[in-house]
Structures are given as C-alpha cells and as structure tokens.
C-alpha cells in the first residue's frame, strides 16, 4: 500500500542554523509533491509544490528537493527562526489523489 | 471569501446523537475534500468533490458518515449515531483543480476545521 513516511519525533533546531525535513515514500509516482504548515489548532497551510520532473525549489528561506529514484524530498528552512516553529506535513498527488504524511513537529530554540 | 470557512468551530455532543458540519469553500473552487485529523495523527481523507462528477467516497470509515454539496459550493459532513471514535479535528478543503486541463490535483486551501468531541 502507498506510505509516506515523516520523521515522527520533534526536530529541535538552533535559531539561524537550517533545519531540514525528510519525506520518504513508498509504492507511489507522484506527479506532484507538496509541503504544508500546520500550526495548532488551525488548517495546514500551503508553502511549496514540487513536481516530478523537477529536482529543487525554492522560495525565500525555503527550499524543496525532489528525488524520484530515491523517492525521497528534502524540506530545508535556511536562517531558521522562532516562528518557524510548526509541524511540516509531505503530500503527494497524481490524478485527483492526494495523500498526507504525518508530519514532523519542528522546534526552533532561541 | 477571502477563505474557507467551516462552522461550527467547535461541537460536543453526546454518544448516538447526529452532528452535521459545514464547509465554505474558496468562491470557484471546483474540488473540495473533508479530511479528518486525530490528535497527533495525519490527516485521513474522507471524501472528495469535484465540480458535478459522483463524490469519491471510498474514505469514509462507516455508512454512519455522509457528505454533500450543494450546488457545486457549500459542503455538508453528516456522522449519524455518534460514537466516541469519531472525536477529531475535521477539515475541510478546497482547490480550483484538478480538471481537464490541469489533471493533478495542487494546492489545497485548508479551512480551520471543526473540532468534534463525543462525549
């Protein structure tokens, strides 16, 4: 069956060091791969979509790689902040599919 | 709107009563999808809506859940018979595809859900 895999304990990171956040999967070909930001209490926020045929993305402190052979991204969170403090949830999509990690609780210490 | 939007915010019911949760979504959206989240779990999908096609329903956990929409934007969960599994964050979500010409579904604009709790 299709699994995405996210690290399923905290990731604590110094403020101004990159944090970076792995999604793995398995039995899947995505079209597209997502990251969202999910802060308690409220609904997961879009950040970056990264399409298969696409190896990197960036935008401002973030950026997304895309490994279809390992089947494998990177979420990377440059000059990391307080604020940044959240969980991260992968998704993956082809078709009218989409599908959720569990996301990886994200810590940033000052 | 500016976004979607889900009422109520918060429920508590009792074992066995019926509960229907409502979704909003972003004006022009044709997709939309109800997830339901547990504490400290992922999102689970439930069901997806597109434009005027039959919803893909082959989330929902029992014949106890159901959803529909009315023309083509307002979106209604209904759990009948409530039990106390079925506490849990609801979301609701909405995107302006997939469709013919861009047949992936992308980015899914998320409301700030219901939060269910069975007593």
């Known amino acids: 069956s299709q699994k995405i895999e996210q690290n399923s304990e905290a990731l604590n990171i110094q403020e101004g060091k990159t944090a970076t956040l792995t999604c793995n999967y398995t039995?899947?070909?995505?079209?597209?791969l997502q990251w969202y930001r999910q802060d308690p209490g409220r609904g997961p926020v879009f950040l970056l979509l990264?399409?298969?045929?696409?190896k990197e993305k960036r935008k401002e402190r973030l950026k997304v790689t895309f490994d279809t052979t390992l089947k494998q991204s990177l979420f990377h969170i440059t000059a990391s902040q307080p604020a940044d403090s959240a969980t991260y949830l992968c998704?993956?999509?082809?078709?009218?599919?989409?599908?959720f990690g569990k996301g990886t609780r994200l810590h940033i210490l000052p | 709107g500016a976004g979607v939007s889900q009422s109520p915010s918060n429920k508590v019911t009792e074992k066995g009563k019926d509960v229907e949760l409502r979704c909003d979504p972003i004006?022009?959206?044709?997709?939309l999808y109800w997830y339901r989240q547990s504490l400290g779990q992922g999102l689970e999908f439930l069901i997806y809506?597109?434009?005027?096609?039959?919803?893909?329903k082959s989330g929902l956990p029992s014949d106890r859940f159901s959803a529909e929409r009315t023309g083509g934007s307002v979106s209604t969960l209904t759990i009948q018979r409530t039990q106390q599994e079925d506490s849990a964050v609801y979301l609701c979500?909405?995107?302006?595809?997939?469709?013919?010409?861009?047949?992936?579904?992308?980015?899914?604009?998320f409301g700030p859900g219901t939060r269910l709790l069975v007593l």
């Open positions: 990264i399409r298969e045929n696409e």
């Open positions: 998704a993956l999509s082809r078709d009218d599919k989409i599908i």
């Open positions: 004006s022009g959206h044709t997709a």
């Open positions: 979500a909405s995107s302006l595809g997939p469709w013919q010409g861009a047949p992936v579904v992308e980015t899914q604009y």
């Open positions: 039995n899947y070909s995505p079209a597209y």
């Open positions: 809506f597109q434009g005027n096609s039959a919803p893909d």
